[in-house]
């Protein structure tokens, strides 16, 4: 079944460390996003990615970074530099090209704790 | 900038209640689409409709129906008959169409608990 992967589903680290959320999809979408949940508010748009090598800050990007090295795979560095790193990252993906926003196809999410 | 405003933080209803969901937008685009999506506790978003802006038809799909105002900004989202299985954030977004690819402005959510 064709879909989008988010591993781990729960993920602890100290702060000041580094750590990558993986996400990676079979859905042979373009273009794939990083979004933040914080309790009671809505999906923040870290950063996205059109196509390979390319990639766009969101509207939260700082302390974060991204790579785009193959369609199927996106994952998210949470640096030290980020001030509140403890929240619910999701990963989304979406078909491209018709000049239609198509809906955005959502990972479970990674819930990220950081100490 | 684009705005969505889901007023509504939390509603708690009884089974088979008919519940309605508010959602406000705010952009200066003339072409826009509009968005429901459901979270239940697993945290995953499941796509429920989009709407075109210039698609002012309601629409209905089994229990869910929704009602696009242009007039006045709205898109809401109304369950019939809820069941428990309905309880869950529903996110409300509006897309920026960009390049080739969709940017979508979330609402903060409203969190639906439908009891027995």
């Known amino acids: 079944d064709g879909g989008i992967t988010q591993s781990p589903k729960y993920l602890f680290r100290k702060e000041g460390q580094n750590v990558t959320l993986s996400c990676e999809q079979n859905l042979n979408h373009d273009a794939m996003y990083w979004y933040r949940q914080d309790p009671g508010q809505g999906l923040r748009l870290i950063y996205y990615s059109q196509i390979v090598n390319d990639f766009q800050k969101g509207d939260i990007a700082e302390g974060y970074s991204v790579s785009r090295e193959k369609k199927e795979s996106f994952p998210l560095t949470v640096t030290s530099a980020q001030k509140n790193p403890t929240a619910f990252y999701l990963c989304a993906s979406t078909k491209t090209g018709t000049g239609v926003p198509h809906e955005q196809y959502f990972g479970p999410g990674t819930r990220l704790t950081v100490t | 900038a684009q705005k969505v405003t889901q007023a509504q933080t939390e509603i708690s209803v009884v089974e088979k209640e008919d519940v309605t969901l508010d959602c406000v937008y705010e952009t200066r685009d003339t072409t826009y689409y509009l968005f429901w999506y459901k979270q239940p506790p697993s945290g995953e978003l499941v796509f429920l409709i989009r709407?075109?802006?210039?698609?002012?038809q309601n629409e209905i799909s089994g229990r869910y129906s929704w009602n696009f105002q242009k007039s006045t900004s709205s898109f809401n989202f109304t369950i019939t008959a809820s069941q428990v299985v309905d309880s869950a954030v529903y996110f409300c977004?509006?897309?920026?169409?960009?390049?080739?690819?969709?940017?979508?402005?979330f609402g903060t959510g409203t969190r639906l608990q439908v009891t027995l």
């Open positions: 709407r075109n802006s210039f698609d002012e």
């Open positions: 977004a509006l897309s920026e169409a960009f390049g080739t690819a969709s940017k979508l402005t």
